[in-house]
């Protein structure tokens, strides 16, 4: 089992930045591939940005590209999404996720067995 909690959601204005941090126990860290999904009000769990196991790999959403950067520090048990120039657009509950799959589980969301309770990120106008 691998338990995970996020922390760092919040407010912030539009063009603002924010950095969550996904802290991770249980097994082994770096065995898993992790990653970052988001879901707004009404909306489907949508793909964010997902990390290899060894962090030399990453996929990025189109929406996200360029405005957010994803990273892991294994030492720590932790991995990071940096979001900048954030947009209205962007508010939702920021989940992470660890997938079994050693060689990474992409975007899809079925393939990620643990997830965290979700921190809240709202950009105002």
């Known amino acids: 089992q691998v338990q995970l909690v996020e922390s760092g959601g919040g407010l912030v204005q539009a063009g603002g930045s924010l950095r969550l941090s996904c802290a991770a126990s249980g097994r082994i860290f770096n065995n898993y591939p992790m990653a970052w999904f988001r879901q707004a009000p009404g909306k489907e769990r949508e793909f964010v940005v997902a990390?290899?196991?060894?962090?030399?790999?990453?996929i990025y959403a189109d929406s996200v590209k360029g405005r957010a950067t994803i990273s892991r520090d294994n030492a720590k048990n932790t991995i990071y999404l940096q979001m900048n120039s954030l947009k209205p657009e962007d508010t939702a509950v920021y989940y992470c996720a660890a997938s079994s799959e050693r060689l990474g589980a992409g975007q899809m969301t079925y393939k990620y067995d643990y997830w965290g309770q979700g921190t809240q990120v709202t950009v105002s106008t």
């Open positions: 990390i290899s196991r060894s962090g030399s790999s990453t």
